[in-house]
């Protein structure tokens, strides 16, 4: 499963936040995998996107970071995937889908 982990630097410390990770890398635990991340632009968050199917990977990830960062979780699904399962009821009516 994804999730949209989204950080808030506490103090606005991008440079504690920043150090503590060239120090000591991500510290993920085995089984939760980093996909993609992005920062503001004002370096006042991070929105990182990770896969897992434990969410007790996600607790015993975002601990270590507890003292720097403030976390939201929030699982999402691809557009894509939410598409095709809207699909069959945008216009239950009609026998052949619109064409994307």
Same mark, same amino acid.
């Given at each position: 499963?994804?999730?949209?982990?989204?950080?808030?630097?506490?103090?606005?410390? +991008? @440079?504690?936040?920043?150090?503590?990770?060239?120090?000591?890398?991500?510290?993920?635990? %085995?089984?939760?995998?980093? &996909?993609? #991340?992005?920062?503001?632009?004002?370096?006042?968050?991070?929105?990182?996107?990770?896969?897992?199917?434990?969410? +007790? @990977?996600?607790?015993?990830?975002?601990?270590?970071?507890?003292?720097?960062?403030?976390? %939201?979780?929030?699982?999402? &699904?691809? #557009?894509?995937?939410?598409?095709?399962?809207?699909?069959?009821?945008?216009?239950?009516?009609?026998?052949?889908?619109?064409?994307?």
């Amino acid at each position: 499963m994804l999730f949209m982990v989204v950080e808030r630097f506490k103090n606005q410390d +991008a @440079l504690a936040v920043y150090r503590r990770a060239a120090e000591k890398g991500r510290m993920m635990p %085995e089984g939760l995998t980093y &996909v993609e #991340s992005w920062v503001e632009a004002n370096f006042d968050g991070c929105f990182q996107l990770v896969e897992c199917e434990d969410a +007790a @990977l996600l607790q015993a990830w975002i601990v270590q970071w507890n003292d720097l960062v403030e976390t %939201e979780i929030v699982p999402v &699904v691809h #557009s894509h995937e939410t598409s095709e399962r809207l699909r069959p009821f945008l216009y239950p009516d009609e026998v052949e889908p619109r064409p994307e």
